[in-house]
């Protein structure tokens, strides 16, 4: 594969994702949307596709970080860079994009194996009660309630990342099959 194969598949990667990342803000429109968003999708397929895996990690987490500036910005009226559990949102996002190099072959059940993993992830961890403050207690009983008040949001994320992974994953296998410059070394050697 030349280096102009692997800059074109990278240019089409990144091109999708922003595309994608871009229905972060219909979340903010459409309050029914919060969580029903590209990112778990996108984290998965930036850590499937590319094949320098430091670029997964770098592309994902600096479309969110711009689009999270964005979106606080629509909350807040001010340009919020970072904030309190930022760290823990950033370090979600990263175990997902290694769920996502985990998936040697792209099939159906492989991607929504990735994608409910990635979910309960984001669930177990981003729900801790102690991270975010005051709403629960912080104690074991205090996390089962924040675990239960958070489902329809993680249902959401899961409606999302399958609405969105199969957009990406889907229309990414098909733009390969017909353009053969798109697919990587591995794909090409068989």
């Not at 994702?17 to 969580?35: G, T, V």
């Not at 958070?150 to 098909?174: H, S």
């Not at 733009?175 to 068989?190: C, D, F, G």
């Amino acid at each position: 594969m030349s280096k102009q194969n692997i800059n074109t598949r990278n240019i089409v990667l990144v091109l999708m994702i922003l595309a994608a990342i871009a229905f972060r803000f219909l979340s903010f429109e459409y309050k029914a949307l919060s969580n029903f968003t590209p990112v778990g999708a996108i984290a998965i397929f930036g850590g499937a596709y590319f094949a320098d895996k430091w670029k997964a990690y770098v592309i994902v987490l600096l479309a969110l970080f711009i689009s999270d500036i964005g979106i606080n910005y629509l909350y807040t009226s001010k340009w919020v860079f970072w904030y309190g559990g930022s760290a823990w949102v950033y370090l979600i996002f990263a175990i997902m994009v290694f769920i996502g190099t985990l998936i040697k072959k792209v099939n159906v059940a492989n991607v929504a194996l990735a994608s409910l993993a990635s979910v309960c992830v984001h669930w177990l961890i981003i729900d801790l009660p102690w991270l975010y403050g005051t709403y629960y207690a912080h104690t074991l009983a205090g996390y089962g309630q924040s675990l239960v008040a958070a489902i329809p949001f993680e249902k959401n994320m899961v409606l999302g990342d399958a609405v969105f992974g199969a957009i990406l994953f889907g229309g990414f296998e098909i733009i390969q099959s017909k353009y053969t410059l798109l697919r990587s070394k591995k794909q090409l050697a068989v």
